[in-house]
């Protein structure tokens, strides 16, 4: 069963900046396209950022130049990194990963005051 336990959110002053983590069990996933997505209140859920099997990477224009996705294959591991935040990045934000079809772990949530 794959699970996924996403960690780093929390309240940051604009400008600021926090690394979300989301750590992955059930197997090995070196292989599985992975990526973080966010939803503010009232509006969709949006993809931020993905990498593939081979880490290529690509982000949504609004975050583009601010957060950097990596990931530790080691440790199953998938973050990002957010730099110069802004208060539209409040949202909860989400980890998902492609095994056969798509999990979510449950979410952290990020506040960016101004």
């Known amino acids: 069963q794959v699970q996924l336990v996403e960690s780093g959110g929390g309240l940051v002053q604009a400008g600021g900046s926090l690394r979300l983590s989301c750590a992955a069990s059930?197997?090995?996933?070196?292989?599985?396209?992975m990526a973080w997505y966010r939803q503010a209140p009232g509006k969709q859920r949006e993809l931020v950022a993905a990498i593939t099997r081979g880490s290529n990477t690509n982000y949504a224009d609004s975050v583009k130049g601010r957060f950097t996705i990596s990931r530790d294959n080691a440790k199953n591991t998938v973050y990002l990194q957010m730099n110069s935040l802004k208060p539209d990045d409040t949202a909860v934000y989400y980890c998902?990963?492609?095994?056969?079809?798509?999990?979510w772990g449950q979410g952290t949530p990020v506040t960016v005051s101004s």
């Open positions: 059930g197997s090995s996933f070196s292989n599985n396209y």
């Open positions: 998902m990963i492609v095994v056969r079809r798509a999990y």
